[in-house]
């Protein structure tokens, strides 16, 4: 095996291919590259893909490790952001005997279509490594690529069923300031092309309601205004718990006390969440 050195997991310039729980088969979005990241972000192996899979190969008989449940939930951070923001809702879905992952997708370097094209990858990968059964949790903007996701119906779709998804903080307030944002040369090449699609009027078109069961979490959100919104006039908008429910094609809603801001770390929302996928109610 490689000789093991630590990493920050990736964030912005990596993108997951492959996941078993929190080991992932990683791929730099310049060099081509990959890497066998294990459950402390250490390089285990590195190269090619195929070399990758060797390694993991070994790596998965040493440490004896078990193999993936059928039902699987796999969680969607936001924008700007990373896969250790689920960690506490990943803890909680293992605490309950459920299988939870969560998935880096370089959301200020890409465009939904690459992220998408990434997705289903994994989700590829994840069927031929004995899952049946996908659901989801999303956080923000990873709503939209889920439904982007959905509605594309790429290959894994026949050989994966769908369970249930959870959409905490769905509205996106920030479309409208990342709208403003993108006018700007040196802030829209900084924030990508995603920022782009979800600007304003963009993001509207982008929504289609998938087909599945679908459980929104809908913290409450400081009505102060952050020094940008101030700056550049933004408007915002704070809907009722109708209007989102109905937007989102929600089956059920919640509104817990939990900040927005801090909603993955609240107790009460990762109960929730864990709680809709294996009942299909809050």
């Not at 791929?27 to 070399?51: P, Q, Y």
């Not at 929504?207 to 205004?225: F, M, N, Q, T």
Request: glycine share 8%.
């Amino acid at each position: 095996m490689k000789d093991c050195f630590f990493t920050l997991g990736g964030g912005q310039f990596w993108e997951d291919v492959m996941i078993y729980r929190d080991w992932r088969i990683q791929r730099n979005l310049t060099s081509r590259k990959f890497r066998l990241l294990d459950e402390f972000d250490i390089v285990r192996g590195e190269g090619g893909f195929e070399a990758c899979l060797r390694e993991w190969e070994k790596c998965k008989r040493a440490y004896v490790l078990p193999p993936l449940d059928k039902h699987l939930t796999l969680c969607l951070h936001s924008f700007g952001q990373t896969r250790k923001a689920f960690r506490r809702i990943c803890s909680e879905f293992r605490a309950r005997g459920m299988e939870a992952a969560a998935i880096d997708y370089p959301s200020m370097q890409r465009g939904i279509r690459g992220h998408i094209k990434q997705l289903e990858f994994v989700l590829n990968n994840l069927a031929t490594d004995g899952v049946k059964e996908v659901s989801f949790v999303t956080f923000g903007c990873g709503n939209v690529v889920l439904e982007q996701l959905l509605a594309h119906k790429g290959e894994w779709t026949k050989r994966l069923k769908l369970g249930r998804a959870v959409e905490i903080a769905p509205q996106i307030r920030g479309s409208h300031l990342l709208e403003k944002l993108s006018c700007y040369k040196f802030t829209s090449f900084v924030l990508g092309a995603m920022a782009k699609e979800l600007g304003g009027e963009r993001f509207a078109k982008l929504h289609a309601v998938p087909d599945l069961e679908i459980g929104v979490i809908a913290p409450a959100k400081s009505r102060r205004r952050s020094f940008w919104e101030a700056l550049l006039r933004v408007r915002r908008k704070f809907d009722s718990a109708a209007a989102i429910k109905s937007f989102c094609g929600a089956k059920e809603l919640i509104k817990p006390r939990a900040r927005e801001n801090r909603a993955l770390n609240d107790k009460a929302v990762c109960t929730a969440a864990a709680y809709f996928v294996q009942k299909g109610k809050f």
